[in-house]
């Protein structure tokens, strides 16, 4: 690539990468400006993707990591690219996925991911006691040790049954998960502190009313699923 014209693709990468937090759309122009100067560089494809991913771009975030999955041979994109078909409306698309990437070797964050976008995708089907099992089959296969090596990707599996658990009507046993997920989730990726305080509130009033027959507040997180 001559010089100037790297210059200029290496400008708009790094504009979209300082954009892309505050400004996903305006990223993506610039990483598109790249991509239409260089499409032949793996990096110029991956700022593509994830930008157009940011800003709501599915189909075109679907497209660009397709294609980077072929130029690099990686299978780390599979996580995404499930939750692209997603947001397309394509939850057995997502399944599709999710089942391919189980034949694969992907590292344990990556592992994690794709299980929260199947999950989801079986929530997307109504299949929610399903999408459910999912998270619990993955949480009961960590350890406290793996747990805490997985740090914010164990944080979103938690916080994931946490609203699982919540949205089916399970409130004291989605206030134990969410306190872990946010006991793990030192970036605060998630609001899994917010989630946990106003469940706490719930559940303080829920406790006047009812029977003492409820978890008490503090027990163990480690509570099995029922259906």
Do not use: N
Request: hydrophobic share 40%; with cysteine; net charge negative.
């Amino acid at each position: 690539m001559p010089k100037d014209l790297a210059e200029v693709v290496a400008g708009h990468l790094v504009t979209a990468g300082r954009l892309i937090d505050d400004d996903p759309e305006l990223a993506y122009r610039h990483a598109e400006a790249a991509r239409r100067r260089a499409a032949r560089l793996p990096v110029v494809r991956e700022a593509a993707a994830e930008t157009a991913y940011a800003a709501g771009h599915w189909d075109v975030a679907l497209s660009e990591f397709r294609a980077l999955r072929r130029m690099t041979g990686t299978d780390d994109f599979l996580p995404v690219m499930a939750d692209c078909e997603r947001a397309l409306g394509r939850p057995q698309a997502a399944l599709k996925i999710a089942k391919e990437a189980r034949r694969r070797q992907l590292e344990p964050a990556l592992a994690v991911e794709m299980i929260i976008v199947e999950s989801g995708a079986r929530s997307d089907l109504g299949q929610q006691p399903e999408a459910r099992r999912v998270l619990h089959k993955a949480i009961l296969d960590l350890d406290d040790r793996q747990a805490a090596q997985l740090g914010p990707a164990a944080a979103r599996l938690y916080y994931a049954y946490a609203d699982a658990l919540e949205k089916a009507g399970k409130q004291a046993e989605a206030r134990q998960w969410f306190d872990d997920a946010a006991r793990l989730d030192g970036e605060g990726e998630t609001d899994a502190d917010d989630r946990r305080d106003q469940l706490d509130g719930m559940l303080i009033s829920f406790d006047d009313s009812e029977d003492d027959d409820e978890p008490e507040e503090g027990s163990t997180g480690r509570v099995e699923e029922t259906h």
